[in-house]
């Protein structure tokens, strides 16, 4: 299985780029994993509704040069579905039977993720109502893919 992890922005704090790792290197026996970081846009520090769309725009332009043909999308966003571990377990598993050779997953920056990129999505998977760090986000999709590969495969990571 190919897993595609496309983010806005770059990891530095070394807490999560460890935990990121070591998710990445448990998912190395579930699947082909790569993930690719893309250049958040600069704003200024107090931007306009309209700045805030152009950069969302531009970044939405190139999170789609980096989608692989014959890719199925899922966007994180606060108005996607929420879905419990299992039923992440299930979306993957249905997944696997679908033509499409690529799953990717789409975390936007600190703006979130452009509006037209996620009505494109094949699915749009919120994380929780809570907010967190866009950084965070990473660590927690990396874990629930685990996590879900381990409820599919009978592991006993899950409880």
């Not at 290197?25 to 200024?44: D, V």
């Not at 520090?45 to 970044?59: D, F, R, V, Y």
């Not at 690529?102 to 993720?113: M, P, Q």
């Amino acid at each position: 299985m190919n897993i595609h992890i496309l983010c806005v922005g770059k990891l530095k704090e070394p807490f999560y780029l460890q935990a990121a790792a070591e998710y990445a290197k448990r998912l190395g026996g579930f699947c082909k994993l790569q993930l690719l970081e893309l250049a958040e846009e600069r704003l200024p520090s107090n931007p306009t509704h309209g700045q805030i769309q152009a950069a969302l725009e531009k970044e939405a332009t190139a999170i789609r040069a980096k989608i692989p043909p014959s890719s199925s999308v899922v966007a994180l966003c606060v108005e996607g579905r929420m879905r419990s571990s299992p039923e992440l377990a299930q979306l993957l598993e249905a997944w696997s039977h679908n033509s499409a050779k690529h799953l990717v997953f789409l975390i936007g920056g600190s703006y979130g993720l452009d509006g037209r990129l996620k009505a494109e999505a094949w699915a749009q998977l919120s994380m929780s109502p809570m907010t967190f760090p866009h950084h965070l986000a990473r660590v927690m999709l990396l874990e629930q893919i685990y996590r879900a590969f381990q409820i599919n495969s009978g592991g006993s990571y899950h409880k």
